[in-house]
């Protein structure tokens, strides 16, 4: 009798910590990745008024985007780019939390006429130690800014099996006491990641293909937003769409991952902010915890309903930021 009543004890505490994870998965958030433009630096009054008007528009958390830099894509050698040196960060982050928003560093790796993905080094080992040697000054500044979290890699798809990931984040929680992040390219790839117990939260980048058809579409965001929500369920973590956008432009469905230079199109804001605002509500109706448009920039000049690109600054999009309820 005494062994039952005790593992109905445990059976009850399992489940109530169940319910708890659910709910703190309940509310959603809305924030942006927030890039450097070339002439306007973290810590100049331009890059304050720009965050100022994404504050302004109700969102809650910024990604401070922030690059690794190598030649190509067997390079061994990682480093921080001249735009995300230390104090450079810690001025964005500093200015983010001026602004009312609550800063997240976010670290990708830069390749020249290469998406990051395809970083596939000669030497992973080499690589792992220069990318470590960029991360910890970084990881020091997330620690005195009081960063509310730390993504410690993006998209990196040709490494994400190596064993180095473990380590690498136990080295960072010597330095950082707040949440560790990954962030892979696609759903497919979040749920084929091995090292999620290294981690506090599941990222994601959500490009898939989108039927025109709203209901067709709203089919393909419903089974994405599940898989998600299942895997955080699997992992007993939370899940964030830590990059998910759209251009404003009439061919961005099909391959909503392209660049202007890659497909042309006319300018459609409203296709921009009804297909984002689709994702919103379909992502909160599935308890995911976050979600993070692509993008905002230091640039508050930048944008505008002339723009075919993927901010959202100056254009219908901005409304995502204010709060919604899930469908």
Known sequence: MGKRRVQRAVRATAAALTLCWCASAAAMWTGANVKTSPAVPWGSDAAMQSLQQLADAGAEQALLVAFAWQPDVSSNAPALGSDSDPERVRAGLRQMRQAGLSPILKVHVWI????????????????????????????DIAEQEH?????????????????????????ARQHYSGKLVYVTDSLAQAEAF????????????????????????QTTMDNAAQRLAALGQRQQRPVWAAEIGLRSCTTSLA???????????HVAEHLQFDVLRQWQHTLAAHGIDGMAIWCWYTDPSVGGEQDSDFTVQGKDAERLFKAVSPR
Do not use: M
């Open 147 to 171: 960063a509310s979290a730390v993504v410690l890699g993006t998209e990196l798809r040709q490494l994400e099996h190596s064993a180095h990931w473990p380590a690498l984040a136990t080295l």
């Open 112 to 139: 020249p006429n290469h998406w990051a993905g395809d970083a596939k080094p000669t030497d992973i080992d080499q690589w792992f130690t220069a990318y470590q040697a960029a991360l910890i000054p970084l990881l």
């Open 194 to 217: 091995p090292w999620w117990s290294s981690f506090d939260i599941i990222g994601t980048s959500l490009y898939p293909s989108l039927p025109e058809d709203r209901q067709q579409r």
């Open 255 to 265: 391959k909503p991952w392209e660049s202007p230079e890659q497909c042309s199109g």
